[in-house]
T-cell receptor, first 116, second 112 residues
Framework: GAVVSQHPSRVICKSGTSVKIECRSL??????MFWYRQFPKQSLMLMAT?????????EQGVEKDKFLINHASLTLSTLTVTSAHPEDSSFYIC????????????FGPGTRLTVL | GENVEQHPSTLSVQEGDSAVIKCTYS??????FPWYKQELGKRPQLIID?????GEKKDQRIAVTLNKTAKHFSLHITETQPEDSAVYFC???????????FGTGTRLTIIP
């Protein structure tokens, strides 16, 4: 299957700072990338869908000014958590799909964010 | 929007026995139904998927069935092994580049 990487794998930051997470498709062109958040012992909750070159579509209840998503190329999408607070601590996972992928979404390894 | 329900939330079975996890979905336009296995702190791994033009699909010890009329789909694992212990998620999508809606997950424990 296709490979999706995510960086960093783990980040600890102070409350009020911003954190950027990168999601890269390494061997295919990702026309669409998805960002999920997963709290402990819960399911994956979709935060937003991003298509290359256009603005992201956010799910209901997700603040677009707090979670900035940029999908500037067919291989890279970034999620920036602005003014992070302890309640933003979670496991953030991206996935990518494209023409080569058919229906399948390929998931990144996830980023564990801890806000102190 | 789509709503996916998954049962049971926890399941314990003796090694060698079968495990069945069931999901229902609400959006009649959904036509792609993947199942994922997730180990603690890891990414979800696709283990099997089915499209709405097929009623059943099997891959070794894993099978998925789909009843499009009733909007039900199920995961069947036979001859369970300790390494099958994990959290399993079902999901539904309209296909193409459409978003996935995940079920709430089932924690499967295989008892040696």
């Amino acid at each position: 299957g296709a490979v999706v990487s995510q960086h960093p794998s783990r980040v600890i930051c102070k409350s009020g700072t911003s954190v950027k997470i990168e999601c890269r498709s390494l061997d295919f062109q990702a026309t669409t990338m998805f960002w999920y958040r997963q709290f402990p012992k819960q399911s994956l909750m979709l935060m937003a869908t991003s298509n290359e070159g256009s603005k992201a579509t956010y799910e209901q209840g997700v603040e677009k000014d707090k979670f900035l998503i940029n999908h500037a190329s067919l291989t890279l999408s970034t999620l920036t958590v602005t003014s992070a607070h302890p309640e933003d601590s979670s496991f953030y996972i991206c996935s990518a799909t494209g023409l080569r992928a058919g229906n399948e979404q390929f998931f990144g390894p996830g980023t564990r964010l801890t806000v102190l | 929007g789509e709503n996916v329900e998954q049962h049971p939330s926890t399941l314990s079975v003796q090694e060698g026995d079968s495990a069945v996890i069931k999901c229902t979905y609400s959006d009649s336009a959904s036509n792609y139904f993947p199942w994922y296995k997730q180990e603690l702190g890891k990414r979800p791994q696709l283990i099997i998927d089915i499209r709405s033009n097929v009623g059943e699909k099997k891959d070794q010890r894993i099978a998925v069935t789909l009843n499009k009329t009733a909007k039900h789909f199920s995961l069947h694992i036979t001859e369970t092994q300790p390494e099958d212990s994990a959290v399993y998620f079902c999901a539904a999508s309209r296909g193409g580049n459409e978003k996935l809606t995940f079920g709430t997950g089932t924690r499967l424990t295989i008892i040696p």
